[in-house]
């Protein structure tokens, strides 16, 4: 499988979505894999919340993904903080 690189939270969300669905889960199921509710999970893939690390390593666990940090492609060696949209 390919890595996508995440730059906001509304990618994230849409391929969390997309894995959900390819998986035949709804969002019910996915929420008792991951011990939160179905409220949460509809909040993450439409990105109307930033949930905590640990959710969404919850989620991304429960859909057997991984949740990587790997390099900006092209970008300077700098040493200025991350801004979220650079890691997510």
Not at 33 to 56: F, V, Y
């Amino acid at each position: 499988m390919d890595q996508i690189p995440f730059r906001d939270a509304v990618a994230l969300g849409r391929e969390i979505r997309r894995s959900r669905k390819t998986r035949g889960w709804s969002q019910g199921d996915l929420a008792r894999l991951s011990g939160t509710d179905p409220r949460q999970i509809s909040r993450i893939e439409t990105a109307a919340h930033e949930p905590k690390l640990s959710l969404l390593l919850a989620v991304v666990a429960a859909l057997d993904l991984d949740l990587g940090l790997m390099p900006r492609r092209g970008a300077p060696g700098q040493t200025a903080r991350p801004r979220p949209e650079d890691i997510f």
